[in-house]
Antibody
Framework: EVQLLESGGGLVQPGGSLRLSCGAS????????MGWVRQAPGKGLECVSG????????YYADSVKGRFTISRDDSKNTLYLLLNSLRTEDTAVYYC???????????WGQGTLVTVAS | DIQMTQSPSSLSASVGDRVTITCRAS??????LNWYQQRPGKAPKLLIY???SLQSGVPSRFSGSGSGTDFTLTISSLQPEDFATYFC?????????FGQGTQLEIK
């Protein structure tokens, strides 16, 4: 059974940093494209960053480019998102999801809440 | 970026009703269109991919159609568990973008 479990969210001041983790089970993340999608409170969904399966190609939304970094540790079967220079508008629930062939998001984690406030 | 516009933004309906939600893309996206259902406090759930393919395990009362710029999600007979928010998403171009959502409420 495919399962994704995010962690690492919390309260951080503007300009601070956090590292989100997404532990996967039931499949190997090295074989699948994966992505991070966020949802601000009461708002819609935004694709933040993604990783192709085998090729290692990454992408970022313009809103986070230069501040967020996606990475993965295949030995731990874990996807990461490093959030730097955080802004209040980055406050959201961050979900990781599998993204086969970059065509849709089929399996999702439960999400982790990031709150940026002073 | 490709803009996705859903209509209506909210909708009231009764159990047993047939409901249609529309999604329009700002440029052609072929059939690279997906639909998700989100219940409060939960992660989105994939319902339809590639405009009309039903995700495994999703009830057959859900269906999708369209190509190019105009797409629809239809629920043939609403069940109590269908009252939720629905989002469309284009995967034709990076960054993938979502519609603003349609909140389906009980009348």
């Amino acid at each position: 059974e495919v399962q994704l479990l995010e962690s690492g969210g919390g309260l951080v001041q503007p300009g601070g940093s956090l590292r989100l983790s997404c532990g996967a089970s039931g499949f190997s993340i090295s074989s699948f494209a994966m992505g991070w999608v966020r949802q601000a409170p009461g708002k819609g969904l935004e694709c933040v960053s993604g990783f192709s399966g085998s090729g290692g190609t990454t992408y970022y939304a313009d809103s986070v480019k230069g501040r967020f970094t996606i990475s993965r540790d295949d030995s731990k079967n874990t996807l990461y998102l490093l959030l730097n220079s955080l802004r209040t508008e980055d406050t959201a629930v961050y979900y990781c999801a599998t993204n086969p062939s970059r065509r849709y998001f089929d399996y999702w984690g439960q999400g982790t809440l990031v709150t940026v406030a002073s | 970026d490709i803009q996705m516009t859903q209509s209506p933004s909210s909708l009231s309906a009764s159990v047993g009703d047939r409901v249609t939600i529309t999604c329009r893309a700002s440029q052609t996206i072929s059939t690279y269109l997906n639909w998700y259902q989100q219940r409060p406090g939960k992660a989105p759930k994939l319902l339809i991919y590639a405009a009309s393919s039903l995700q495994s395990g999703v009830p057959s009362r859900f269906s999708g159609s369209g190509s190019g710029t105009d797409f629809t999600l239809t629920i043939s007979s609403l069940q109590p568990e269908d009252f939720a928010t629905y989002f469309c998403q284009q995967s034709y171009m990076t960054p993938n973008t979502f519609g603003q959502g349609t909140q389906l409420e009980i009348k």
